[in-house]
Each structure stands twice: as C-alpha cells, then as structure tokens.
C-alpha cells in the first residue's frame, strides 16, 4: 500500500471517529445541561423533568414489573400488525396483480383511503371492537396496510415486460409467472415496504394505545399526562424512541441479510 | 430432409381503441431440418409479430401453421436473465416451469454451459458476466428444453458490434452441432446472408414476402468466414435493394 493511501485510510478513518465521538457528545452535552438546568431550577423541573428522574422513574417501574410488561405488550401489537399488514399487503396486492380490473375498480378507492387521515377513525373502531388490543390492532393495520399494497403492486406492476414474455415463451401458468418471477424480482420492493411499514404499525399502535389506554407505552405516556406526571411521560418517550430504533435497525439487517445472499 | 414447419396464409390482426392494425397479411414459408432460414424486413413491418405468433405468445387471426411433434423454442430480443438466480438456476427455469426437471436433463444443460465456455459460471450471478456471455446463456437456457425449431428475434441486437460478431459465430456453431433448424429476425442483412441458408425479405406492413434468397456461397463456413466468400457482397446489395428504404 502506497504512502498516499495510507494516509488517506487514516484520514478517513479519523473523520468517521469525529463524527461518532460529536454525536455522542451532542447528547452527552444536551443531556448535562437538561440536567443541571433542572437541578439549579433555570426550568421547572415539575413540568420538564430531568435525566436523573427519567432513569429513577424507569427504575421504580422496573421493579414494580410494569416496564417490561408495557415493553413487551407495545413490542407484540407492533410486530403481530406487522405481520399482518406485510402479509395482507402481499396477498391483495397479488389480487390487484392477479384480475387488473379489481385493481382498476378499487383505485379510487384506495386514493381516497389513503388520503384520509385514520386518526378520524379512532373513536370509531373504539366502538367497534371495544377498549382491546383488537383496536389497537386495527388501528395499526388501517395505517400502515393501504400503503403497503400500493406500494407492492406498484412493484409487481413494474417487472420488466421482457422476463415475463419469456415466462410466457415456455407455456408458463399465471402462478409461475408469479411465484418464479414477480415475488422474487420484488424482494427488494418488499423489503422497503417493510421499513415504511414497520414505522407507520409503531405510530398506529401508540395512537391505538392512546386511545384504548389499558397498557403498553401509550398508555404509560397518557397515563402519566393525566395524573399529571411528567417524569412519566418522558420516559415513555424515552422508550418510544430506543424501541423504534431497535424497529427499525432489525429491518435493516433483515435487508443486508437478504442482498448478502443474492450476491 | 424433411419439412418440419409449414405456415401458411397467415394472417394477424392487432386491435387497439385507436385503431386496427394489420400486422401480417399473407405469409406463408416452409422449414426443413437443420435449415437456417434469416427473414428481413423494414422496421414494424410485422417480423416479430411472425415470431410471437409462431411461440404462442399472441394469437393468429387466421392462416395454418404446423409443425407436426416438434418443439418450439424462443430467443427474446434482450437476455432476460433472471438477476436473483445462478447462470445454471437461469438455464433450469424453463424445464422448472414445464415440470421437467429430471437430474437428467439438468447434467444435460450442465454439460451444454460446460461445453460453451461456461462451466466456471455455473453458480455466478448474471451480472458478472459480459453482454455476450449473457446471450449464451439465454440460448442455452432455450435449448435446455430441447426445441427442434429455435426462434430468434434480434437476438444479438442489445450488443456491441464485435460482441455480435463472436457470439454469431457461437449460436451458428452451437445449433449447427445440437442439429437445431433457425428462424432468425434481423434487420442486418450482413448477419442473415452469413447466417441463412435462405433469406427472406419482406414488404412493408402489412408484412407479405417480397423475395426469396437461396444463399449459395462458394464456401460455406461460418458466419465470420461467409462474410468473406465472394457471393457474400452479391446477396448483400441484391437484398439491400429488395428492402423498402424510407
Ligand atoms: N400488441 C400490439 N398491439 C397493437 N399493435 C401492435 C402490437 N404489436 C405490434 N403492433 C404493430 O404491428 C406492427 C408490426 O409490429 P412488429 O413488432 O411485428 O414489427 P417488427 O417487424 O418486429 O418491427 P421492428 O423491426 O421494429 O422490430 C407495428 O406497426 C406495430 O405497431
Ligand atoms: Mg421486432
């Protein structure tokens, strides 16, 4: 290896350090001042809590076996609409696929139902299915599901018309058409749906939990706004904030996972 | 040798909102064993259509074609390798798609890619090969089913031009040794006299033929080789002026 090259492996390397060690100090640095800001009363510690209550209120819930229950409770309605709305995507975005006149039937449908916001719906499927997690399941379907089949049928649309005259050059049924050349060559399509999706089942699971308000973090969150406990709202946002990461992160190795193979 | 492809008066429609289209009138030819027969023509004037309907990929609207128990194969304009599977999962997909697959007939196509220069590539993924690999492939992949009658439209028109030349040279070695007879669409007259043991030339559309060609060289050889023989120039200028310019 060359001087020249050496030394810009190094200087490459060092800027990436600088990088991570100025965002680690950004919220060292944010952290502190919220802190002592609160500890010398510049803001009301009532009202905008502190680090240090934050990780204390985490603690007493902890021990209390609230904080993983809650946890844990948000963690499988997001995953189960996940997987739901993944896989309703898939099905009837292969419907649409499948008889083109559905899919020209329902298209203004779909425009309009995606345009409306689902929020509005709330009180609604309350009624419907009752203050349970079937709401909340439903909430988070109705969010993230449309967009999920527009977004796959779009793909299943765009498959190069070439490899499908081939398909159909060697007497291919419309199943093999699709299940050896439509669902592998959307594999990518699928997975960025899935990060999309992912986020917009989170969003749709707390919103249900706000509304439902029995457990998991929404329910902490609104909990904490009533009885006025601030401390507890924010580590609910806290949480809300590591678990959407780890979310999100687990899609990303999903997807590095899946072109390591292809290639 | 015997007749192995008989179309006769065949005629195609095309409807759309706009309008009705007659692609092909009246188009009739006959292919024996082991013939290449290049068919030529002004651009849209039905080639492909011919094509297409010969496949099964569109319908005739009327005319007769038989071709007895023979197998047809196709040879699409662009490779259309499947990106997601080995070169060897590519070559399987039509014998996977009829149902097939015997361990058979994958050590046949196995021995095809070995035999064409392919062998180290048998679990690459396509994009690690060059245009004209490409192409072999996706012939392989069309003889893997065993066709009798092998055709191809522009198969080598998405290349480069001395790409075209070599892989010219391997198609017409390839289905001269497998004994494949060839219906080849171009619109590169050099490529069908070097090619063709017969050229046909078309009208413009509504396609109808125009002319016929023996191609008689003084030594038959292989495509790069025939573009030298001395009755080479003579079929290329009678041709070039058989084909309505615009
Ligand atoms: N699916 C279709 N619907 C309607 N018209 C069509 C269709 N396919 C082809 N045509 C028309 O039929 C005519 C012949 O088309 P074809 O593709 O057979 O021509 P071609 O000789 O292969 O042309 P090229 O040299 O450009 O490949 C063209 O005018 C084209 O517009
Ligand atoms: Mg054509």
Known sequence: MSKEQQKFLKETKRKKYLILFLQFFLLFFFLCLWQISSSLGWINSFIFSSPGKVIQTMITLFKEGSLLHHIGITLFETLLSFFLSSLLGILIATILWWWDICAKVLDPYFTVLNSLPKVALGPMILIWF???????????MLISLIISILN???????????KIKLMKTFYAKKWQIWRYLILPSNASTI??????NIS?????VIMGEFLVSKEGIGYLIMYGS???NLNLVISGIVLLSFLATALYASILLLEKLSIRRRD | MSKILEIKNLKKNYHTIQKETCAVKDFSMELEEGEFVAIVGPSGCGKSTILSILSGLEEKSSGTISYGDKKIGYMLQTDALFEWLTILENCLLGLRI???LTEEKKDYVISLLKKYGLGDFLDSYPNHLSGGMRQRVALIRTLATKPDILLADEPFSALDYQSRLTISEDVFRILKEEKKSLILVTHDIAEAVSMGNRVIVLTKRPAMIKKEYEIVLEHPS????????????????????EIDHE
Do not use: H
Request: contains cysteine; proline residues 2%; charged residues 30%.
């Open chain 1, 130 to 140: 009752g203050a349970n997690m079937k709401s909340i399941i439903f909430m988070a």
């Open chain 1, 152 to 162: 796959i049928y779009q793909g299943f649309k765009k498959v190069d018309s070439e």
């Open chain 1, 191 to 196: 997975i960025a749906t899935s990060k999309l």
């Open chain 1, 200 to 204: 917009m089942c989170f969003i749709g």
């Open chain 1, 226 to 228: 009533q009885v006025f």
């Open chain 2, 98 to 100: 009829k149902k097939e």
């Open chain 2, 222 to 241: 292989t495509p790069i080789e025939n573009r030298k023989d001395k009755a080479f120039s003579y079929y290329y200028e009678e041709i070039w002026k």
